[in-house]
């Protein structure tokens, strides 16, 4: 042990050793992994240590594909054997649903270059004798799925990791972690104490305990998970071969081959925690007691799906544990609020997603920059909310117990909810409204209005029943909401829709170095006093850190709007960039709050509130400026002129409590012009008509500003900016696809991203996000398609143009063309009005 090192990590799992391998690969050599006990000793000894690379998170899909593509080449490179063997799996449908879905996701795997095929009953029993195919609709089977040995995966990395100049310290635990005044870290440990200049906690079932030493809590919590191992089976004595691996989603069991018996897990609907706050420190290389009452339906279910099973008897139980974040994914990343500190844990699938982690977090702690667009991995996409205990313990038995259960694109999961609510959350429920959920706030989707039973599938209202009683169908298809929401798009375009603006984050930057900070930080140029503008934002290498706006309330006083979920995340960057003294920087998000009002009525009912002229003369699109609004109680709101939608619009925003004197003003005004509350849903259908892309589907880590467009708001001339050589040389060298508006033939469903569309039957790009547009009649998409195709069709004549693709929208093949310019205003003129 030296008493200095560049980086520790803390735990000798698949991950910490994984991480470990990929620093020292990387070139960072002065590095240990310090560890408790021995390596394995957490979650890792007793897993299945089955892999696939299948995510429903496309960047996460492709990062597992690393994993599994690094296991032959660390047992070269470390000689050590990895136990590899590459069996192929088949996720299994007993539902018409369920097949639909994985004709969904088979298509969806296309556009991520990963061949999946689609399997009958009868070639499920072939590959794997041991399934009784009664009830099958088919399965989706994927050859790079299989099992390691837990064991010598992990040494494997850590050999090779040892063989490039890592130290590893093992028995001996980290007592605690003391910041040093230059950044780096005292590490405490049993041995005593090192001085690193990063940390990393990757100490699975204890990282909780770990993040507790540094003042942080983690949304992160142990769960225990079953699985059983069988005797010989007879049957496969004849099979000369391994049976392909199973996961029946309906039966909420997974089979492995294992020597010539089976590995028989269960993700049972009655989940249980175990030692919440992390593992003892005392907890050793242990089995939780089987609770195999407990699992029983589960069981019951897979023995009758794998019946040859109940012939033989169980050789072992294995009750263990792991850890669960509440969407399941790991959290990766420089903590928030800390220098120099590291996470990698919350991981559930490391024998999937190790080397992903290994690799994007060591990039990031060496380049600055994960080289991956990993935001469903960031621990920055989480806030304080998310470890509040009840929270957690909720949400992460919610995603346990529903990990085989299809999720709709239009389902709303309960658990941890409410948790945030907007001041006028109670007056929306009472118009209607049904809530999603964004980072813990409730969100409007839709208003259930009138007469609202009996709306059918194609948005026809029925006859009779009553708002209250509106229970959505959870389909992948059009829903029986489609009728609320087309009257809200229909109210935006004709009259005026507003939308609860608590979903937006907003950020006060002011002093006397306010103006030349957000200088370098945006890459457009900084609007002038009473101006707003687009603001794309640039990490170091030049692709997209957001898509904000910028507005200049006085000559050091600015507002940035983004999303509000992105909070943390943008937080960690603003802050990470902040220089010492000049510049305040103030997160408005939930002390400010307010509505974004559009439609062609938008100017008649704010005009009546305010002194200003609102003319175009005196407040032209793109404005913005304080004003008062007149309540019953007088509001000074912040008010910036432009819209989502297309319409004209304003956003209006005024301190948190005042928002429902807000909302009185404005429908005093608005409703006898046909004002109405507009959810998340309208707003899809409304951008999608204009073409406008959003954070998060066009617009991600790994987006260009000239893959998307934003180019255009990006000032190259105005001097130097974070990530200017970066877009500089994207334009010298463009991408090789771009965002383009498609419309699409698909009568009862809509894209919803990351469906592939071809030409003639070959891939020339992807979807980023789908809806109708009830306004135009059509419905669309945007989608990156290859530059050459897009320049090709340019050449003919009309509205749209080119040779006629196709896009797989759940699954089925629907033509679709490429539209010339947005489907409705193209020209912004009713943005200008
Ligand atoms: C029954 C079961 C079956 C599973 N099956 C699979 C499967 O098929 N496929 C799959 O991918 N995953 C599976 N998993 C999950 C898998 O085990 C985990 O994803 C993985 O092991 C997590 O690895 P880790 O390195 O993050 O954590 P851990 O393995 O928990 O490692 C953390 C390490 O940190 C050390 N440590 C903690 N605190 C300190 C400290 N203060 N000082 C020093 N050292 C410390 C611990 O001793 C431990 O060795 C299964 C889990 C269980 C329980």
Not at 331 to 358: D, E
Not at 682 to 711: H, N, V
Request: net charge negative; charged share 20%; proline share 5%.
């Amino acid at each position: 042990m030296k008493p200095h090192y560049k980086v520790v990590v803390i735990g000798g799992g698949i991950v910490g050793t994984s991480l470990l391998y990929h620093l020292a690969r990387f070139g960072w050599t002065d590095i240990a992994l310090v560890e408790r006990a021995e390596l394995t000793a957490g979650s890792t000894w007793h897993a299945a240590a089955g892999f696939h690379a299948l995510n429903d998170d496309p960047n996460i899909a492709a990062l597992q594909g690393y994993t599994i593509r690094l296991y032959d080449e660390i047992e070269r490179e470390s000689g050590q054997s990895v136990g590899m063997h590459m069996t192929g799996g088949i996720s299994l449908a007993a539902s018409d649903e369920r097949w639909q879905m994985l004709k969904a996701e088979r298509a969806m795997y296309e556009t991520m270059d990963m061949e999946t095929t689609l399997v009958t009953p009868e070639q499920i029993v072939e590959m794997c004798p041991l399934v009784d195919p009664r009830g099958l609709k088919g399965g989706l089977y994927d050859a790079h799925e299989g099992y390691v040995d837990a064991h010598g995966a992990t040494h494997a990395f850590a050999i090779a990791a040892r063989q490039r100049g890592a130290d590893i310290l093992l028995r001996n635990r980290v007592l605690g972690l003391e910041p040093r005044a230059d950044g780096h870290w005292d590490v405490i440990t049993e041995q005593g104490r090192i001085i690193a200049e990063h940390v990393v906690n990757a100490a699975g079932l204890w990282a909780r305990r770990v993040g507790r030493m540094t003042g942080v809590e983690l949304p992160v919590v142990p769960m225990s998970h079953h699985y059983l191992v069988t005797d010989d089976v007879p049957m496969l004595a004849t099979l000369g071969r391994e049976f392909v691996s199973i996961t029946d989603l309906e039966g909420f069991t997974y089979l492995q081959p294992l020597g010539k018996g089976a590995l028989l897990g269960v993700y049972e609907r009655d989940p249980r925690h175990w030692s919440p706050e992390g593992a003892p420190w005392d907890y050793g290389m242990d089995l939780l007691p089987p609770d195999v009452e407990r699992i029983l339906p589960e069981l019951e279910i897979g023995y009758a799906r794998f019946p040859a099973l109940a012939e033989v008897g169980i050789k072992r139980w294995v009750n263990g544990a792991f850890t669960f974040t509440p969407d399941g994914n790991p959290l990766v990343g420089p903590v928030p609020g800390k220098r120099n500190l590291w996470v990698a844990c919350g991981c559930m699938g490391g024998f999937s997603q190790g080397s992903a982690i290994g690799l994007t977090l060591s990039q990031w702690m060496i380049h600055g920059d994960p080289g991956h667009d990993i935001f469903g991995m960031d621990v920055a996409r989480y806030g304080a909310f998310a470890s509040g205990e009840d929270y957690l313990r909720d949400t992460t038995r919610q995603f346990y117990a529903r990990r085989f259960v299809i999720s709709y694109p239009n389902e709303e999961l309960p658990a941890g909810r409410p948790l945030k609510t907007s001041p006028v959350h109670d007056t929306l429920a009472a118009e209607g409204a049904r809530f999603g959920v964004s980072w813990g706030m409730e969100t409007p989707q839709y208003f259930v209005t009138g007469d609202a039973a009996g709306v059918d599938a194609s948005g026809g209202r029925g006859a009779t029943g009553a708002a209250a009683a509106f229970v959505e169908t959870l389909t992948m298809r059009r829903s029986n909401a489609l009728g609320f929401v087309a009257d809200e798009v229909r109210a935006v375009r004709e009259a005026a829709g507003m939308f609860d603006a608590s979903v937006y984050a907003r950020y006060e930057v002011s002093g006397p170095g306010a103006a030349a900070w957000l200088d370098r930080l945006l890459a457009c140029r900084l609007p002038a006093i009473g101006r707003v503008r687009l603001a794309p934002m640039l990490g170091h290498g030049g692709k997209l850190m957001g898509d904000l706006t910028v507005s200049r309330l006085a000559a050091d006083r600015f507002w940035l709007i983004g999303s509000y979920y992105l909070q943390e995340w943008h937080g960690r960057w603003f802050r990470d960039l902040l220089p010492p003294q000049g510049v305040e920087f103030k997160n408005l998000s939930d002390s400010w709050t307010g509505f974004a009002l559009s439609g062609p009525r938008a100017r008649d009912i704010v005009q009546p509130l305010v002194a200003r002229d609102l003319s175009n003369a005196s407040f032209p699109f793109m404005s913005c400026g304080e004003m008062q609004i007149a309540a019953r109680t007088p509001l000074t709101a912040v008010v910036a002129r432009l819209s989502l939608t297309g319409e004209l619009g304003y956003e209006l925003y005024v301190p948190a409590a005042s928002q429902p004197a807000l909302l009185e003003a404005l429908m005093s005004t608005g409703r006898a012009l046909g004002l109405r509350h507009i959810g998340n849903r309208a707003l899809d259908s409304l951008r999608l008509e204009k073409s406008y892309g959003i954070w998060s589907t066009e617009f991600t880590q790994s987006t260009t500003p000239g893959m998307c467009g934003l180019d255009r708001h990006v000032a190259f001339d105005k001097g130097d900016f974070i990530g200017r050589e970066g877009a500089l040389r994207e334009r010298e060298t463009p991408s090789s696809r771009v965002l383009v508006t498609l419309a699409i033939d698909a009568t009862d469903a809509d894209a919803s991203g990351f469906e592939p569309v071809k030409l003639d039957g070959r891939l020339v790009g992807y979807t980023t996000s789908g809806a109708y547009g009830h306004h135009v009649g059509q419905s669309l998409a945007l989608a990156y398609v290859d530059r050459d195709v897009v320049a090709a069709a340019g050449a003919a004549a009309g509205t749209s143009f080119g040779a006629p693709l196709t896009v797989d929208v759940i699954g089925e093949t629907r033509a679709a063309r490429i539209l010339r310019e947005a489907a409705w205003d193209p020209k912004g003129m009713r943005l200008r009005d």
